[in-house]
T-cell receptor
Framework: GDSVTQTEGLVTLTEGLPVMLNCTYQ???????LFWYVQHLNESPRLLLK?????KRTEHQGFHATLHKSSSSFHLQKSSAQLSDSALYYC????????????FGQGTKLSIKP | EAAVTQSPRSKVAVTGGKVTLSCHQT?????MYWYRQDTGHGLRLIHY???????EKGDIPDGYKASRPSQENFSLILELASLSQTAVYFC??????????????FGHGTKLSVL
């Protein structure tokens, strides 16, 4: 079945440095939808980015990601980390044949230090 | 903004007891979901539904039942709660545009502790 694999565990960065969180996926279907959700402490997950177009960069709130179907990847990037970026980040996958199911990765905790 | 409300916000249950978690959405969405969140496992799908009076098994349905009596309401039922079911539970709703989910709207979560 479908699966999503993310950068493991905790990523700790100093404020101002670039952010890259890895996401790769597996699906037998040719037109997947990929998402990044962000969850701040004591909040619920909310959508950060989404894409279904191959090789097109999508951006929101300073973050960007590009879906690469050739490598089954959808990495999340930001040029300069801020303290407020500290949160749990989930990569997720869906496709039109999956009856509305959204499959999440295991999550990556991003911690930004001053 | 879409609204998904869960009740209760937190619950302490005894092992072997019955627990019902409730979810209500005012988004007019067809799809509703129950996920559990555990450190190291992320969000895992328990049950979901795309129409009233019908539910589907997700990836980890064992030990859980679901009920969708109306488009707005979706419940998760633990008939015999166990220690391993201690977790945070999230309800979500979505429209499945083009046949695929395009965005989930999550409730605030229910923290369940089974003792």
């Amino acid at each position: 079945g479908d699966s999503v694999t993310q950068t493991e565990g905790l990523v700790t960065l100093t404020e101002g440095l670039p952010v890259m969180l890895n996401c790769t996926y597996q699906t037998i279907y040719s037109n997947p939808f990929l998402f990044w959700y962000v969850q701040h402490l004591n909040e619920s997950p909310r959508l950060l980015l989404k894409s279904f177009t191959d090789n097109k960069r999508t951006e929101h709130q300073g973050f960007h990601a590009t879906l690469h179907k050739s490598s089954s990847s959808f990495h999340l990037q930001k040029s300069s980390a801020q303290l407020s970026d500290s949160a749990l980040y989930y990569c997720a996958l869906s496709d039109r044949y999956n009856q509305g199911k959204l499959i999440f990765g295991q999550g990556t905790k991003l911690s930004i230090k001053p | 903004e879409a609204a998904v409300t869960q009740s209760p916000r937190s619950k302490v249950a005894v092992t072997g007891g019955k627990v019902t978690l409730s979810c209500h959405q005012t988004n007019n969405h067809d799809y509703m979901y129950w996920y559990r969140q555990d450190t190291g496992h992320g969000l895992r799908l328990i049950h979901y539904s795309y129409v009233a009076d019908s539910t589907e098994k997700g990836d980890i349905p064992d030990g859980y039942k679901a009920s969708r009596p109306s488009q707005e309401n979706f419940s998760l039922i633990l008939e015999l709660a166990s220690l391993s079911q201690t977790a945070v539970y999230f309800c979500a709703s979505s429209d499945a545009g083009q046949g695929a989910v395009e965005r989930l709207f999550f409730g605030h979560g229910t923290k369940l502790s089974v003792l």
